[in-house]
C-alpha cells in the first residue's frame, strides 16, 4: 500500500472505508431511442445487482458508452438531454439505492455545439454533482468536442476526492496529474476499450496510478458489438500502481474493493520519499545550492506550446 | 550523518533515530513548530554522538514545509553545506 516509500509514515490516519462497485458489461450500439432504453434498463439492473451483492456499497461505476453503445454510423442521432428523462432513470436509481454513481451520457449541448462526451457524478440524493467532458476524445473515429478542464469533485463519499476521466483520456499524462493536482485522491476513469489494446490500458492505469500517489478505478466495457471486442479487464489499483482486483476479459462482471481515501491525503503530506506531487514541482529539492526548496520553474516544453 | 556521508566507520542509525524522534510531526509545520515540539530530544548520530533536534533542525534555510518531502529536503540540503 505504501510501496516505494524508504521512511515510515508517521502519525495517526483517520479515513473512512469506501465501497466501490465496478460493474463492467455491454451495451448495445443503439440505432432507436427503445434500444437506449434497454441499455439503460441494464445499467438499472447492474446497479440492483450490486445492492444485493454488495449491500452497504457507497459508489457505482458504469463504463464509457453504457447509455447509447457507439453505432457507427447513428450515434449522432440519439444524443441524450442531462436535465431529460433517460438520464433522469438512473438519477432515481442513485436516489432510491441511496448510492453515488458514475454514468456516461453522450449529451447534444444546448449551445448547439455537435457532442459532449460527459462522465457525471450522481449524489444520493439523485443530482448531478459533477460533470466533465472528455478532454481527449479518442481522434480520428470520435468526433466530439474537446473539453476544457478536468475538475475534482472535492466532497466525494467517505472522503473521497474524485478525478473522472474517460478512456483515451488515460493515454495521455497530463490529464492523470492534472486530476491529481486538482485535488484528486481517486481517479476513475471509465471505458468502452477494444482489442487491442487491453495491456494498453492496464499499463497506463499503473502509471498514472503510481506517478501521481491516487487509487485508480478503471471501468470497462465487457463484450462484443458488430464492431469491437471491448475486452473488460476492469481494476482497481493502489496508489502504487499495484492491482487490487481485475475482472475478467469479456464478460460482464463485477467487481468490488474498500478503498481508504485519507490514506492518499496522509501520504502527501507525510511522506519522504515517494511524493511525487512535491517533488515535480520542486525539482532537486534536496541540492544544497537551493536551499532545500530545489527548482519550480516550469521546464518543460511539452507543456509550453 | 552516514546516509548522505559515508567517512570511515559510519553509525548506521542516525536517521532512523531522528525519524523515530519526528513521528510527532505531522504537515504542514514551521521550523520553530518542530523545535518547540521535539527540539530537545537527543538524536544519536554517532557511535559516540548526540544532538539535538533544534542543533540539527535550526540550521535549516527554509522556515516552512509544506509535507514531509518538504522537510527532509531542507534537512539533506543542509546537512550538504556542512
Redesign the interface.
Known sequence: MNIGNFYTLHGKIETEALSVVVSQFCPKSAAAWDEIDDNIGQILARMDQASAGFPGFDLFVSPECAFQGYHAGKWSQFLLDLDGPRVQRVKDKCKELNVWGIFNPWIKPKDGRFCDNTGIIVNPEGEIVHKYVKMNPWTPGEPTQAGSACPVLMDGPKGAKIGLIICADGDYPEIWREAAVNGANIIVRISHYMAPFDRAMSITNKAGAYCNQVYVVSCNTAGIDEYYNYFGESAIYNPDGTEIVQAPTGIPYVIKADLYPGIIDAMRKQAVHANPMYTYKNRGASNPDDNGFGISEMPYNAYKY | MYFYKIEGNPYLADIHHF?KA???????ATKAEIIAKIGDKKIKVGHDEYKTVEEMVAP???EEY?????F???????I??D
Do not use: F, T, V
Not at chain 2, 519526528?22 to 504542514?28: E, H, Q, R
Not at chain 2, 527532509?72 to 543542509?78: H, K, V
Open positions: 525519524h519526528m513521528a510527532p510531526i505531522g504537515y504542514p535549516l534555510a527554509l509544506s509535507c514531509g518531502c518538504a527532509y529536503c531542507a534537512l539533506i540540503a543542509n550538504y553545506k
